[in-house]
């Protein structure tokens, strides 16, 4: 501070709100007040002493003493707000206005005063007060203001463009004369509340346009207010939402159009739009619909991906991100509705929001399903019924399978007993009268009875009363062997192709596989009287839950498939019905059994696999076969040669038959081939044979007999004398002898009607197994509760 200035002036330019700096003639600050320091970015104190050109701008400060000189050497009349700019001590500059005043100091000095105000927010007002005015300007809304009393005192191009009047003809005029006579008192109240300092959100209305035309309008209304707050007018910001109204109309139009009822509800749970569909499905006109409770029209709530209501009816806020990707719920989901009579109907609802700028509403889709229920309803009922047949006629199949397999169970054991009496008498006929015509007629006799022996395995082969002896197979060498025995046999009109790959083993028994094939391929040959392609392929068929033998019954796993196709006649869907079924067949009287694919269908489904059919008329037939797949290794089986020399050589059998006309072929038989014969017409028979001292190296039984079973008499025998072999023969042994129809390896077992050939060749393999003790538990035999 300068001494000369009294303290209460020094302190009076401290609190100064402008910057007040006082400099010497040669520009020296002797006075600087707090603003001044701060203005600057100094420290108290940091100014005085310093030349007041530190504080101009790089760029001038040369010509700045010079200045200041000539306003020295002048009149020096003070100078009012100059527009200059300063420098603060980190180097940035800023606007300045200054004013200068040149007093003489005591001595003769002078003294220049400078008053400094930062320009910075002045002209930073003064940039938005014309950004705003350009804003105004350039708005496509109309903008107008008006005084209190509607006198129009400013009029944008927007409001030239909307309602047809230059700015020069409607300012200083009323603003009633765009507003049509029935909205004047509206407006009236509009301008009372702005009066109060109200504001009107948008609103929609009218108003006229300079051609007499009305526009509609959405006009939002607040306050004009002067520099010190007071309301001296209003301003009216309009928009033109005629096009708006019709694109409204057209997009009301399809939500009409549209076949569910639509609703649109807001976060409050309140209906706000609606269609045509859902005044008719509610029964409610729609001014009611529109703002009703959502919860009135569907008393279960919107689905829960729309995440909308609370059950109690109070409203929750919407979760637009529930209601699932892009905003729609994935799935339909069954509701109630609620009629306006108090009726309920099923429907089903969809969800979906539709953000519309102001907030988001959700769009529900509702369908009424009544009929549609019904329908499925009726659908449900007959597929019930329909299932329901299928099983009954899976049930008296099986019944019908059931009672055949007893049947031809029944008939094979007496019917086999009769043939090996006949074959074998025949064949002592053919042997002793050799060359002469009573041993053809015994020749063909032989023929019919081994024809005989053919159909009855057939019949035990579809029964599934076939006794098999499965072992892990490789099917592609089995098809391979026996599309080889094929090509010879099926004739050269026919095309046969066998496609092979690579498959892991199946448990089946070899000769009933060869069988299954050989059949199959005699039926396609005769589907093919002209000629044609018969294809044999194989394949692993990985089957799923979709998979349609699945569906049908058989298990999901891994399977080996083997495909039988031909180009013949084909079968129509009535045929394929009865494919399977025994003695059922289209050729002609004397060509056919009946049982070819019945067989095969008994021998797969035995083995646990199954038999599909495809065909049309004149197109073809593929029969596929499919066979489970086993862990169990494939063993190489050499067929042994056979024995040289059949002789007994008084080895001493006993024979346990029932049948007296077979047990006595039977050791006719056996004494012609020299060994020592012991016959029993049973079990208690048999065991006092058995119970006398001789020897006994072979027991020969029959399986089935009244009072004990050949298993029970092998098992008494075996105890007493540990060393016997035990050869079983039988027409019928599967429920005896077998454990699931499946003949335990070291079970030696001759079926009937057998030849003498055959039943030597038995005992022979059976006496050449190397001599051990052998007690009940290790002869093969199952135990006493099976079969």
């Given at each position: 501070?300068?001494?000369?200035?009294?303290?209460?002036?020094?302190?009076?330019?401290?609190?100064?709100?402008?910057?007040?700096?006082?400099?010497?003639?040669?520009?020296?600050?002797?006075?600087?007040?707090?603003r001044?320091?701060?203005?600057?970015?100094?420290?108290?104190?940091?100014?005085?002493?310093?030349?007041?050109?530190?504080?101009?701008?790089?760029?001038?400060?040369?010509?700045?003493?010079?200045?200041?000189?000539?306003?020295?050497?002048?009149?020096?009349?003070?100078?009012?707000?100059?527009?200059?700019?300063?420098?603060?001590?980190?180097?940035?500059?800023?606007?300045?206005?200054?004013?200068?005043?040149?007093?003489?100091?005591?001595?003769?000095?002078?003294?220049?005063?400078?008053?400094?105000?930062?320009?910075?927010?002045?002209?930073e007002?003064?940039?938005?007060?014309?950004?705003?005015?350009?804003?105004?300007?350039?708005?496509?809304?109309?903008?107008?203001?008006?005084?209190?009393?509607?006198?129009?005192?400013?009029?944008?191009?927007?409001?030239?463009?909307?309602?047809?009047?230059?700015?020069?003809?409607?300012?200083?005029?009323?603003?009633?004369?765009?507003?049509?006579?029935?909205?004047?008192?509206?407006?009236?109240?509009?301008?009372?509340?702005?009066?109060?300092?109200?504001?009107?959100?948008?609103?929609?209305?009218?108003?006229?346009?300079?051609?007499?035309?009305e526009?509609?309008?959405?006009?939002?209304?607040?306050?004009?207010?002067?520099?010190?707050?007071?309301?001296?007018?209003?301003?009216?910001?309009?928009?033109?939402?005629?096009?708006?109204?019709?694109a409204?109309?057209?997009?009301q139009?399809?939500?009409?159009?549209?076949?569910?009822?639509?609703?649109?509800?807001?976060?409050?749970?309140?209906?706000?739009?609606?269609?045509?569909?859902?005044?008719?499905?509610?029964?409610?006109?729609?001014?009611?619909?529109?703002?009703?409770?959502?919860?009135?029209?569907?008393?279960?709530?919107?689905?829960?991906?729309?995440?909308?209501?609370?059950?109690?009816g109070?409203?929750?806020?919407?979760?637009?991100?529930?209601?699932?990707?892009?905003?729609?719920?994935?799935?339909?989901?069954?509701?109630?509705?609620?009629?306006?009579?108090?009726?309920?109907?099923?429907?089903?609802?969809?969800?979906?929001?539709?953000?519309?700028?102001?907030?988001?509403?959700?769009?529900?889709?509702?369908?009424?399903?009544?009929?549609?229920?019904?329908?499925?309803?009726?659908?449900?009922?007959?597929?019930?019924?329909?299932?329901?047949?299928?099983?009954?006629?899976?049930?008296?199949?099986?019944?019908?399978?059931?009672?055949?397999?007893?049947?031809?169970g029944?008939?094979?054991?007496?019917?086999?007993?009769?043939?090996a009496?006949?074959?074998?008498?025949?064949?002592?006929?053919?042997?002793?009268?050799?060359?002469?015509?009573?041993?053809?007629?015994?020749?063909?006799?032989?023929?019919?009875?081994?024809?005989?022996?053919?159909?009855?395995?057939?019949l035990?082969?579809?029964?599934?009363?076939?006794?098999?002896?499965?072992?892990?197979?490789?099917?592609?060498?089995?098809?391979?062997?026996?599309?080889?025995?094929?090509?010879?046999?099926?004739?050269?009109?026919?095309?046969?192709?066998?496609?092979?790959?690579?498959?892991?083993?199946?448990?089946?028994?070899?000769?009933?596989?060869?069988?299954?094939?050989?059949?199959?391929?005699?039926?396609?040959?005769?589907?093919?009287?002209?000629?044609?392609?018969?294809?044999?392929?194989?394949?692993?068929?990985?089957?799923?839950?979709?998979?349609?033998?699945v569906?049908?019954?058989?298990?999901?796993?891994?399977?080996?498939r083997?495909?039988?196709?031909?180009?013949?006649?084909g079968?129509?869907?009535?045929v394929?019905?009865k494919?399977?079924?025994?003695?059922?067949?289209?050729?002609?009287?004397?060509?056919?059994?009946?049982?070819?694919?019945?067989?095969?269908?008994?021998?797969?489904?035995?083995?646990?696999?199954?038999?599909?059919?495809?065909?049309?008329?004149?197109?073809g037939?593929?029969?596929?076969?499919?066979?489970?797949?086993?862990?169990?290794?494939?063993?190489?089986?050499?067929?042994?040669?056979?024995?040289?020399?059949?002789?007994?050589?008084?080895?001493?059998?006993?024979?346990?038959?029932?049948?007296?006309?077979?047990?006595?072929?039977?050791?006719?038989?056996?004494?012609?081939?020299?060994?020592?014969?012991?016959?029993?017409?049973?079990?208690?028979?048999?065991?006092?044979?058995?119970?006398?001292?001789r020897?006994?190296?072979?027991?020969?039984?029959?399986?089935?007999?009244?009072?004990?079973?050949?298993?029970?008499?092998?098992?008494?025998?075996?105890?007493?004398?540990?060393?016997?072999?035990?050869?079983?023969?039988?027409?019928?042994?599967?429920?005896?002898?077998?454990?699931?129809?499946?003949?335990?390896?070291?079970?030696?077992?001759?079926?009937?009607?057998?030849?003498?050939?055959?039943?030597?060749?038995?005992?022979?393999?059976?006496?050449?197994?190397?001599?051990?003790?052998?007690?009940?538990?290790?002869?093969g035999?199952?135990?006493?509760?099976?079969?």
């Amino acid at each position: 501070m300068v001494r000369t200035l009294g303290p209460l002036t020094g302190q009076l330019v401290d609190e100064a709100p402008d910057a007040v700096i006082v400099s010497g003639e040669d520009g020296s600050i002797v006075l600087a007040n707090r603003r001044a320091h701060e203005m600057f970015g100094y420290a108290a104190g940091d100014l005085l002493g310093l030349s007041i050109d530190a504080l101009v701008p790089d760029d001038v400060r040369p010509r700045h003493p010079a200045q200041r000189e000539g306003y020295l050497a002048s009149a020096h009349p003070p100078l009012r707000r100059l527009p200059l700019r300063g420098k603060r001590q980190d180097g940035s500059e800023f606007p300045v206005e200054v004013s200068l005043a040149a007093v003489a100091a005591p001595g003769g000095d002078m003294l220049v005063t400078s008053v400094l105000r930062d320009d910075t927010a002045h002209r930073e007002a003064a940039q938005a007060r014309t950004l705003l005015a350009s804003i105004v300007q350039s708005s496509h809304d109309a903008i107008v203001t008006t005084d209190l009393d509607g006198v129009v005192l400013s009029w944008n191009p927007g409001a030239e463009l909307l309602y047809g009047y230059p700015a020069a003809t409607m300012i200083g005029q009323p603003v009633a004369q765009i507003i049509p006579e029935d909205r004047r008192g509206d407006e009236a109240e509009v301008l009372a509340l702005v009066r109060i300092g109200g504001r009107m959100d948008r609103y929609r209305t009218a108003r006229l346009h300079a051609n007499g035309s009305e526009i509609t309008v959405s006009v939002l209304v607040s306050p004009l207010r002067d520099g010190n707050g007071t309301i001296v007018g209003t301003t009216a910001i309009a928009r033109d939402i005629s096009e708006r109204e019709h694109a409204e109309a057209r997009v009301q139009a399809v939500l009409d159009a549209a076949p569910d009822a639509l609703l649109g509800v807001d976060v409050t749970g309140h209906v706000v739009l609606v269609n045509a569909e859902a005044e008719r499905l509610f029964g409610h006109p729609r001014h009611d619909l529109t703002s009703m409770a959502v919860r009135r029209l569907l008393p279960d709530g919107l689905p829960p991906a729309a995440a909308m209501l609370h059950i109690g009816g109070d409203s929750t806020p919407l979760d637009t991100e529930a209601i699932g990707d892009g905003g729609r719920a994935p799935r339909w989901a069954t509701r109630t509705a609620e009629r306006s009579d108090g009726t309920t109907l099923p429907v089903e609802i969809s969800c979906s929001a539709l953000d519309t700028g102001d907030e988001v509403i959700v769009v529900a889709a509702v369908r009424d399903i009544t009929e549609r229920l019904a329908v499925e309803a009726e659908q449900r009922a007959l597929r019930e019924e329909a299932e329901q047949r299928r099983t009954e006629a899976r049930l008296q199949r099986a019944e019908r399978l059931e009672s055949l397999g007893q049947l031809a169970g029944g008939v094979a054991h007496d019917f086999n007993n009769l043939l090996a009496v006949i074959l074998n008498y025949a064949s002592f006929i053919v042997e002793d009268a050799a060359g002469t015509p009573l041993a053809a007629d015994a020749e063909q006799i032989a023929r019919a009875a081994r024809r005989g022996s053919d159909l009855t395995h057939q019949l035990l082969a579809f029964a599934r009363r076939e006794v098999i002896r499965p072992r892990p197979l490789d099917v592609s060498t089995v098809v391979t062997e026996v599309t080889e025995m094929l090509r010879r046999s099926i004739g050269e009109h026919i095309t046969l192709t066998a496609k092979t790959a690579p498959l892991p083993p199946v448990m089946a028994d070899p000769g009933q596989l060869e069988q299954v094939l050989v059949n199959l391929a005699v039926n396609a040959r005769d589907a093919m009287p002209g000629g044609g392609h018969l294809t044999v392929d194989t394949a692993v068929a990985d089957l799923d839950q979709d998979h349609p033998a699945v569906l049908a019954g058989l298990d999901p796993g891994c399977y080996v498939r083997i495909r039988v196709s031909d180009t013949g006649t084909g079968m129509p869907r009535e045929v394929i019905a009865k494919a399977f079924d025994p003695f059922f067949t289209t050729k002609p009287s004397g060509q056919g059994t009946g049982l070819g694919l019945a067989t095969v269908y008994g021998i797969i489904t035995q083995a646990g696999g199954t038999v599909q059919i495809y065909s049309e008329p004149g197109y073809g037939t593929t029969i596929t076969v499919l066979l489970p797949v086993t862990d169990a290794t494939v063993q190489e089986k050499r067929a042994a040669p056979p024995p040289a020399d059949l002789n007994g050589n008084g080895v001493t059998v006993l024979v346990v038959e029932d049948e007296t006309a077979l047990r006595e072929v039977t050791e006719r038989i056996l004494r012609r081939g020299g060994y020592t014969v012991l016959t029993a017409s049973g079990g208690q028979e048999a065991l006092r044979i058995c119970a006398e001292p001789r020897p006994i190296d072979v027991l020969l039984t029959d399986v089935i007999m009244p009072g004990m079973l050949g298993k029970d008499i092998a098992e008494a025998v075996l105890a007493a004398r540990p060393g016997t072999r035990v050869v079983f023969m039988s027409g019928y042994a599967q429920p005896v002898l077998t454990t699931h129809g499946t003949l335990a390896a070291n079970v030696h077992l001759l079926e009937k009607p057998f030849t003498g050939t055959e039943l030597m060749q038995a005992l022979h393999e059976q006496l050449r197994r190397p001599p051990r003790e052998q007690s009940s538990d290790d002869s093969g035999l199952p135990s006493s509760g099976s079969g």
